[in-house]
């Protein structure tokens, strides 16, 4: 139990195009989901706090116009990064908490995103 | 006050042997602490965690140990394998479902035969 999925799992776009990437709970239903960027070999870096049927909760420094993310049921959430550029290039990954078991946060598989 | 830190940055161990890998936190609110697992190009793994009102919570060959009054907690893989090679994060958060986890830098561990 306990999946959380993610597509694409690597997309390569050109500069100025966006890209959407899209965040399941297969086996369990999600309050919140979180998102996170992840740059080689360092730690996992939040963006922002999902909340199904609200806005999202960005992190500080997080550009809430270029990164949209929409909780549009309790199983899906999706980020779309707008306007891409070179340095948007990044592994990012989704998390989701059961909210039927309230402390634990499962992680999706993670997007690597190129974009040229 | 957020912070989790973790040590240390990287860990060679030989296999059969025994990795620690230990973490710290200030703030006395958080409640739930989490171990990750995750190797390249994939998401963290889910793969132990504790609550502090218990001293050592043990799955398989993992181990937390948890000292509430130091406010530490630590990672024991014992018999520790080449396929445990693989960077584990720390993480804390309070009791609340919107509350994101908190993570270490992570430790990059290598078992070698």
């Known amino acids: 139990g306990a999946v959380v999925s993610q597509h694409p799992s690597w997309v390569i776009c050109k500069s100025g195009t966006s890209v959407k990437i899209e965040c399941r709970s297969l086996d369990f239903q999600a309050t919140t989901m979180f998102w996170y960027r992840q740059f080689p070999k360092q730690s996992l870096m939040l963006m922002a706090t999902s909340n199904e049927g609200s806005k999202a909760t960005y992190e500080q420094g997080v550009e809430k116009d270029k990164f949209l993310i929409n909780h549009a049921s309790l199983t899906l959430s999706t980020l779309t990064v707008t306007s891409a550029h070179p340095e948007d290039s990044s592994f990012y990954i989704c998390s989701a908490r059961d909210q039927g078991v309230s402390y634990e946060q499962y992680f999706g598989p993670g997007t690597r995103l190129t974009v040229t | 006050q957020q912070q989790v830190k973790q040590s240390p940055q990287s860990l060679i161990v030989q296999k059969g042997g025994i990795s620690i890998i230990n973490c710290a936190y200030e703030?006395?609110?958080?409640?739930?602490f989490p171990w990750y697992q995750q190797f390249p190009g994939k998401g963290p793994a889910l793969l132990i965690a504790?609550?502090?009102?218990?001293s050592e919570k043990k799955e398989g060959r993992f181990t937390i140990s948890f000292n509430k009054s130091a406010k530490q907690f630590s990672l024991h893989i014992m018999d520790s394998q080449p396929g445990d090679s693989a960077t584990y994060f720390c993480a804390a958060s309070t009791n609340s479902g919107n509350t994101p986890l908190v993570f270490g830098k992570g430790t990059r561990l290598s078992v070698i035969a």
């Open positions: 504790i609550r502090p009102d218990v």
């Open positions: 703030n006395t609110a958080f409640d739930y």
